[in-house]
Structure formats: C-alpha cells, structure tokens
C-alpha cells in the first residue's frame, strides 16, 4: 500500500517582501547614520558639548522608524486602507495645531514641529505618506469613475491642496512642492483627463510665482541659484560651500570624518546637504554608490506597482516611490547647484527624526506591497499606469 504524504501548510511567520528593497532602505539607513555622526560632530561639540548629540536623536528616531517598518510589513498594507481617511484627518488637524503659538515650535524662522517630549515631530513629514494612501484608497475605488472632473479631479486636488496651504503657512514649499508632484504623478497614472491635469498647472503657475516673488527670502534663493559665485559671501555662500565640498571630494574623496565644508563653512551640513558632505569625504564613488541605492529603489518600487495584486496597493507602491525617488532626485539637484534651495532632506540619510520615522514607515508599507502576489496590472487595466506600461486595453 502507496502512502501519500500531503504537505501540511503552515501560515507564514514572516511575510514575504524585496530583498534587494530592504537591502537599499537598510543601507541608506545605516550610511545616514554614519554621516550624521560625521557631519554633525564637530557643531555639535560646540553647540551642547556632546559630539553625539545629534546621532543620539538619530538613533532614537531610527528605532523608532526600524519598528514602524516591521510593523507595517507583518500588518500588511491592505489593513491600512481602512485608516487611510482616519489618518487624513488627523494629520489636517495636526498641520493645523503647528500653526498655533505654545504648540508649534519655532526652528530656524518657521514653525514647523510639535514637541513630543523626547522628540520633535514634524506633522507636513507624515502628510506626504498619509496622503499617498488616501490617493491611492481614493483612486482604487472610483476606477473609471476617475476620468469625471467633479469625481476624480477636484475632491483630490482640494485634499492636495488643503495640505499645501497649511505647509506653506509654515513656510516649508518644498514639501509643498513634493505633494503637488506625488498629486500629478498619481492621477496621471490614475487616468484624470490630461486637459484637467493641464488645465491645474496653469492656475497653480501664477500662484506659485506669487509665493516665490512676494516673499524676498524665497527671491533671494533665486537669485543665489542662478548666479552663487557673484554672491558668494552672501546669499550665494551655501551652494558654493556645496559645490566647492563636492569638487574638493575628487574621485575617491578626503577620507571618512576628513571633511572640511562642516567645519562651520556649510549650513545644514547634517541635514540638507548631507550629500555634499558624502561627496567630499567619500568622493564620486560614494556619491554613486547612494545614487545607485535611489535607483535601486525607485526601479524596485514601480516593479512592487507593476506586480501588486489590486489597485490598491498599485498606486499605494506608485505613490510611496514617487515620494521617495522625487525627494531624494530635488535635494541632490539643489546639492548640485540645479535647483534653488528648498529646504528638504534626503531621504533616510539626512538628519531629521520626523523624516526618519515616516520614510522608514513608508518603507515598511511598500516592502508589504512587493510582498503581493499575481500582479493587478497583468490581469486588468489600471487605467493609464497600465496602458503606459504596454498592458492590453
């Protein structure tokens, strides 16, 4: 007599996710960590007489980050659709309180942070994961719905631009920019009728010149921008520190904490131009190698999209990526001289707590997306993100 063994299966203990993703989110992770310490060391010894104080903080956010991310893997993402309304306006009513005297604390001329005690958190750092999800929960369920104006064009842009006008109230347009970019690429994928798309750059360009020109410091980063030399011991003094760190940094770089340009001559060493730190010690090999480590990312993040098993988590992977790659593509240009300042960190490598946390959160969500199976864009038409990718109508 034949016996037949049948395998038993047994549920999964640890649910399955991109390697090759977690491997960049840990690396990026970890060389921030390094170059914080490297960057800050120095103004920190001078500043609070503790020359970890700043990765301390780093630290603390970066475990904090680390289990959000494990979290949200074993959770799975399809159980956050439910909150993403929840957590929509949560967040609304946060950006709000920042704005209020005795809440939100000033930093560096904006008010910007609520302090939670043993850290300061930055409210407009989780509204763009937050309002990636309620896009992407948004987008699922309308579907062909999508293509009418009162139904998929103007309910996003007025969340989208609610979220905008309290950011900018904190004088922070670079988030603001961000979450216009995140806007556009997902009902672009989403299929909004391009004259609608269009149509909302028009209006916003004259309002977005407005807030550049009526603001003289804003004007100034112009200015700085399109001549940095001419103004170098003034408005021009951070992009030429910048570039001259870079220049300095040569192929191979000067060597590990061998850095001159966070002795006090850059600003924002440790947090918005922590590129041009790597680039100085560890030249245009490290300089690649983090390049390579976006790439690798963003390239992972539109496959998890191209293979995940609904639309939810299709333009939920869309929009995290979106988020990431278009971050980190902006602070290394403004590094490079080829965009004006704008105030934003690179992603999981630049000091910030509330930028660790939520971009590790993030990470968590999209490492839960790679881990679907079957793949919605094979099996039917995410509108246009589907026909872009040569899928069948």
Known sequence: MSKTTTATRRPRLVPAFDPWMLAAFLLLTGLGLVMVYSASAVTAEARVHDQFYYLKRQLVAAGIGLALLLL????????????????????????????????GKVAGGARRWIDLGFIRFQPAEAAKVILVLYLARSLS???????????GFLPHVAVTGLLVALVIAEKDLGTAVILLLV??????????????????????????????????????????????????????FQIVESLLGIGNGGWFGQGLGEGK????????????????????????????VLSLL??????????????????????????????????????????????????????????????????????????????????FLRSQRAPRLAAAAGSPS
């Open 261 to 288: 340009g966070k002795l006090f001559y850059l600003p924002a060493a440790h947090t918005d131009f922590i590129a041009a730190v790597i680039a100085e010690e560890t030249g245009l090999l490290g300089m690649s």
């Open 72 to 103: 949200l893997v074993q959770l799975g993402y399809r159980r956050l659709e439910p909150l993403a309304v929840p957590l929509l306006l949560a967040v609304t009513v946060a950006l709000v309180l920042v704005l209020v005297p005795g809440i």
């Open 183 to 236: 806007l556009l690429v997902m009902l672009f994928a989403g299929g909004v009728k391009l004259a609608y798309l269009l149509g909302g750059l028009l209006v916003a360009l004259p309002i977005a010149w407005k807030l550049v020109a009526g603001t003289p410091y804003r004007m100034a980063r112009i200015t700085a921008f399109l001549d940095p030399w001419q103004h170098r011991d003034g408005i021009g």
């Open 294 to 375: 976006f790439a690798l990312l963003v390239w992972r993040g539109f496959r998890a999209a191209w293979s995940a098993p609904d639309a939810f988590g299709c333009y939920l992977a869309l929009g995290l990526t979106t988020l990431v790659g278009s971050q980190a593509l902006v602070n290394l240009a403004v590094v490079l001289g080829l965009l004006p300042t704008k105030g934003l960190t690179l992603p999981f490598v630049s000091y910030g707590g509330s930028s660790l946390m939520t971009m590790l959160a993030a990470a968590g969500i999209l490492l839960s997306v790679s881990g679907g199976q079957g793949g």
């Open 141 to 151: 369920r309308k579907k062909e719905r999508v293509r009418m104006f009162s139904i």
